[in-house]
């Protein structure tokens, strides 16, 4: 079962295409292997085992008849964050306990679509606001390369089920880095997708202007698969991009002579772990190796981006998280009057960090504060947008750490919340400009913890991302390495 467990998407389509294997028997294993390890890591919030079952079989139907879709038989899972139909969806809070949607986010009707089997939703930080998956309100998740230290979050549990083999693939949602930073924390790969590459449609929002839809594999290819099936326009989200999405998967040529690759100075400043910052260095010489040229290059307005970001994402969370008072959507906690309803359904449902950043994104839009704050915040988003624009004309792509270092233990940062903000601090950036990024493996420190780097493209250039990420894996091993390897 273990070697069934460890295979790519590829390599479990090609079996099943020849007979070899069948859907019943991966998503058999995949259970036995939930059962067996996620006791100990905490990745599943819930398990689907009936309807997992049942979807393989009609897969294993569907191939005897010569269906060959994309995804036809594939294990996957997904984040707490988006809306399964008839299945508890939580987003990892009290507050949503019992609730169960009655329609499927665009992004897993598509995956359903192309014949994919599902296998349970994924524990993450409430409500996405944490880079831990320790602000879960049920458990921690645990990081598979060490069971004492973080998975990253807050996509923590869809990192945890890949790094696991508790899943072929999983998706994730990124605000400011929550696919990114937990796929470089457990050894994985994933993407986050440019906004409006990915529809919103029935993913819960935390920051609706940065929120996007991304997934999660054990290589380059498979995450280009994936988001082959979930790309593309949907009438549901307006703010979808209008125009079909490119076939990824025909562009991984793992030519990538000639491209431009920026190194900027600033993601590499004073703060990273000597490791960190050794090892990205040494994946770029490996890029430079396969043909690609480097420079480096100024990011003009760097220091900017962390308290813009956080005054925008916590100003829509405060307006997002507004539906949750025991009325419209939510538990409800029984009150004196209204009001009192109102503060014992909230105070009850929501965890400390939820909390925080309701009160602050509230402060920075209330009277007399907004202009100061958040009109200040989106203005200087403008000017870090066009630091990317100006970039992009003088390189291809950007590479840079995930993370100013790897994953912390459990305690280390999170009774210090300026410290887990900083967790965030290389890739919040992206999402203020919209643009994409791929999270790929490229080394360990020397205690055997996982290191990822991130390559930055400029928006609806995934295709680019993935060439150049398939690329460095077609030279290298980091990807192949497990947990038990």
């Known amino acids: 079962m273990t070697e069934l467990t460890s295979l790519t998407i590829g390599q479990a389509l090609e079996q099943m295409r020849a007979g070899e294997i069948s859907a019943l028997e991966l998503t058999e294993a995949h259970l036995e292997r939930i059962e067996t390890q996620d006791p100990s890591i905490g990745a599943y919030l819930s398990v689907t085992a009936d309807l997992a079952l049942r979807q393989a079989g009609q897969a294993d139907e569907a191939r005897a008849d010569g269906d060959e879709r994309p995804l036809l038989g594939i294990p996957i899972a997904l984040k707490d964050v988006l809306s399964t139909k008839d299945i508890e969806t939580t987003c990892g809070s009290k507050i949503l306990k019992g609730y169960r949607p009655i329609f499927d986010a665009t992004a897993v009707s598509r995956l359903y679509e192309a014949g994919a089997v599902m296998l349970g939703k994924l524990n993450m930080d409430e409500f996405a606001m944490g880079s831990s998956t320790e602000n879960s309100a049920y458990f921690p998740t645990r990081n598979p390369w060490n069971l004492e230290r973080v998975p990253g979050g807050s996509s923590g549990g869809s990192a945890a089920a890949v790094a696991a083999n508790m899943a072929m693939a999983t998706l ?3 605000t400011g880095g929550s696919i990114r930073q937990p796929a470089s924390f457990c050894g994985v790969s994933a993407i986050k997708p440019s906004y409006g590459r990915v529809s919103r449609h ?36 307006s703010t979808s991009m209008p125009e079909a999405a490119p076939d990824y998967l025909a562009g991984l040529s793992g030519d990538i002579r000639g491209l431009k690759i920026g190194l900027p100075t600033e993601y590499f400043a004073e703060g990273l772990q000597p490791e960190v910052e050794a090892t990205v260095r040494g994946a770029v010489a ?5 043909g690609a040229e480097v420079r480096e290059v100024r990011f003009r ?25 025991g009325v419209r959507f939510g538990a409800r906690v029984e009150g004196a009057d209204l009001i009192d309803s109102y503060k014992k359904t909230r105070g009850a449902g929501f965890g400390a960090e939820v909390k925080r950043r309701i009160m602050l994104g509230t402060y ?33 792509a950007l590479i840079a750490p995930v993370a100013p270092t790897t994953a912390f233990g459990f305690g280390e940062v999170s009774d210090d919340p300026l410290r887990m903000i900083l967790a965030d601090v290389l890739t919040i950036s992206a999402n203020l400009a919209g643009i994409c990024g791929l999270s790929a493996p490229c080394g360990f420190d020397e205690r055997g913890l996982p290191i990822g780097m991130q390559i930055l493209g400029a928006p609806f250039t995934e295709a680019r991302l993935l060439r150049l990420g398939q690329a460095y894996q077609g030279a290298t091993d980091w990807h192949l390495r497990s947990p038990e390897s």
């Open 286 to 290: 490996e890029f430079k190796a396969l």
């Open 364 to 396: 920075t839009l209330s009277a007399g504060y907004y202009d100061a704050y958040y009109g200040k915040a989106q203005a200087v988003r403008t000017l870090i947008r066009q630091d990317f624009d100006t970039l992009f004309q003088q390189v291809d």
């Open 172 to 174: 994730g949602s990124d």
């Open 202 to 237: 029935g993913l819960i929002a935390y920051g609706s202007s940065f929120d996007q839809t991304g997934p999660f594999a054990r290589n380059v290819e498979d995450v280009a698969r994936l988001l082959a099936v979930i790309a593309g326009h949907d009438p549901l989200d």
């Open 301 to 325: 307005h760097a220091e900017y981006c962390l308290p813009a970001y956080y005054i925008i994402a916590m100003a829509e969370a405060s307006a997002n998280l507004a539906r949750y008072d």
